[in-house]
């Protein structure tokens, strides 16, 4: 039962999390449905923090409540003509080898012949080796051979009279994440069928679907079950773009956190919470001379923090930081932070108002560094002032 709730407890700060990750350029609602599609990808990796699995579409058409998350994966391409459009519990091939039978013709080779005869042969022979090709691909008994490369026409027919399921010219990162996705191994060679439980991965389900107006070919119960694809709609590509980023951002602030297993509280608590250590730090008297000068300037910084944050909701940052530090410091309230929404300060924990601790630490620990940098700096070099000349008018 503890479990569970705690389980519970954690999915709702991630959803909180993804709410203040998201772009505000999205409407309140349109968070609301992306932020529980961010957090339901993240929690299909099961702790992994390999965003390959999470494959991204964009899809014009329709309103970016639209957009979904398939437990599967998608590929943007079409089955060739020929071939069973679905395939149940089927091994996967993955492959990036040449699938055409004229080579001679597409390398440039000349051949000098007096006959047309000879022609013929050369062709037979080219053909006679890409029906051996095809043969050793057999030879490994796939259900679905994908091919980043072209098929022409006779490869491609006597794969289908075999009932294999073709697809071909998949883009790079698509073979990549699939060949990821269901387990295969990319190939180039078919020499050894004997290593095909190695080389074949597996799929529960291979069909054609529509999304919007385009055929794509979508894989259910891939092999490795943690991997996703969101699907992505709007009115225009400036919106998806602007959809992508936002959620891109997202997952990387959650799958930190998923692996942390640690938030924070926001609204600007975090940093006055390490200003009032800081303070502290000072009144102990341990730290002397120009130390402390450094030291409350530390302070005085991680207080600008909710200053700012106060400042960009228009809101007197003067009032609210000075009501936050006495709420936290006096009034023993430690999840105390700035209500955005009234501009007052409000209970994070009941606003549900979290941020990632890794982010906030690699943020502080950049800032940081970026000072000390500045701070030893000997001398500034500047470039002398451009020499003004007079117009031809002026003189």
């Not at 991204?56 to 590929?75: C, N, P, Q, R, Y």
């Amino acid at each position: 039962m503890d479990n569970s709730s705690n389980e519970s407890s954690f999915k709702e700060d991630l959803l909180n999390i993804a709410r203040t990750t998201l772009s505000s350029k999205l409407l309140t609602y349109e968070k609301e449905h992306f932020a529980k599609l961010a957090v339901d990808a993240v929690l299909r990796l099961k702790g992994s923090s390999n965003l390959d699995h999470i494959q991204v579409i964009k899809k014009a058409g329709g309103t970016l409540k639209d957009s979904f998350l398939d437990e599967g994966f998608i590929l943007e391409k079409q089955i060739s003509v020929g071939c069973v459009h679905n395939k149940k519990n089927a091994k996967i091939m993955v492959a990036n080898s040449p699938m055409d039978y004229d080579k001679i013709k597409i390398y440039g080779t000349k051949v000098k012949t007096a006959e047309t005869g000879k022609l013929e042969e050369i062709e037979a022979a080219e053909k006679d080796k890409m029906k051996t090709k095809c043969e050793r691909i057999l030879a490994y008994k796939p259900d679905v051979f994908i091919n980043r490369q072209l098929i022409y026409n006779y490869p491609e027919q006597v794969l289908a009279d075999n009932g294999v399921m073709v697809i071909e010219h998949a883009d790079f990162e698509g073979v990549e994440r699939l060949a990821n996705a269901t387990g295969a191994e990319i190939v180039s060679t078919f020499m050894n069928p004997e290593r095909a439980d190695e080389v074949l991965g597996f799929v529960a389900d291979v069909s054609e679907i529509m999304i919007g107006e385009d055929k794509v070919i979508k894989f259910s119960g891939c092999k490795k079950n943690e991997s996703c694809t969101l699907v992505l709609r709007g009115s225009s590509l400036h919106i998806l773009e602007e959809a992508e980023r936002s959620m891109h951002d997202a997952i990387c602030v959650l799958v930190k956190t998923v692996q942390n297993k640690h938030v924070l509280y926001g609204g600007g608590n975090s940093e006055m919470q390490m200003a009032i250590a800081v303070e502290e730090l000072l009144n102990t008297k341990q730290v002397r001379g120009k130390q402390a000068i450094a030291v409350k300037a530390f302070a005085d910084a991680m207080q600008r923090i909710p200053a700012i944050i106060a400042d960009n909701g228009g809101y007197d940052s003067s009032d609210l930081v000075t009501n936050l530090h006495f709420e936290i410091s006096k009034n023993d309230m430690p999840q105390a932070g700035i209500n955005m929404t009234d501009g007052s300060i409000g209970d994070m924990q009941l606003l549900g108002i979290r941020e990632c601790f890794r982010a906030k630490e690699q943020a502080l620990i950049s800032a940081t560094e970026a000072a000390e940098m500045i701070l030893r700096c000997d001398k500034i070099v500047t470039c002398a002032p451009r020499e003004r000349k007079k117009m031809g008018l002026h003189n």
